[in-house]
């Protein structure tokens, strides 16, 4: 990780929808690249924000009182605490930002929790 | 800054470069669009790493023993206390994240020390 991150070069190397790929550090956060196909689960993180950036494709982050859309080149940071649910109708690229240790089901735990692969 | 954020719309509202734009939040890191154009000043900070992301253009971070050449999509981690001086021959766009209270110009001062303006 001592260079530049081509961030469409470490997708191509994720091999399904919502297994996030490691790809760097910010001081005690972790920078992940994710596809997003499909729903999500409902979570939420009580101890910190939660940072989308819409690489490519087309993202809808749905709140419970209302969805986020979000297009490529457009980002919205999730409160602490604020349920949410990310969902796709079709693949889309995304980087996300978040202290090490936050897992990605937050609050909700289950199956689809990952271990991050470094990419 | 209760919704989506769009970059490009931000970076429009910029008037010149190394003006950066502060647009959002995470935790307590800053989220900031910058127009870079031209040679920034040699700085470093010794308490924190920084984020650059290549939003179009081409960034040069001249490290002082070599360049990390930056295009969309592309991003690089400056780890904390190395010296650095981002450049770009035409305007290009990046996003920038900091924690809260770091200057632009890191130790160096000087009058290129920017006041963010949240935009």
Redesign the interface.
Same mark, same amino acid.
Do not use: C, H, K, S
């Given at each position: 990780m001592d260079?530049? *991150? /081509?961030?469409?070069e470490k997708l191509a190397l994720l091999p399904e929808a919502y297994q996030p790929g490691l790809i $760097?550090?910010? /001081?005690d956060?972790k920078?992940l690249v994710v596809k997003v196909d499909g729903e999500f689960v409902w979570h939420k993180h009580d101890d910190?924000?939660d940072?989308f950036?819409v #690489?490519s494709g087309h993202l809808t982050i749905q709140l419970r009182d209302r969805d *986020?859309? #979000?297009s490529a $080149?457009? #980002?919205?940071?999730v409160p602490?605490g604020v349920e949410h649910c990310p969902k796709a109708d079709d693949e889309a690229h995304v #980087?996300l930002?978040e202290?090490l240790g936050t897992p990605n089901t937050g609050d909700a735990g289950g199956e689809r929790t990952a271990v991050e692969q470094q990419i």
């Open positions: 260079d530049r *991150i /081509n961030l469409a $760097g550090y910010l /001081n956060y920078l910190t924000d940072f950036l #690489l *986020i859309e #979000l $080149g457009e #980002l919205y940071v602490r #980087l930002i202290p």
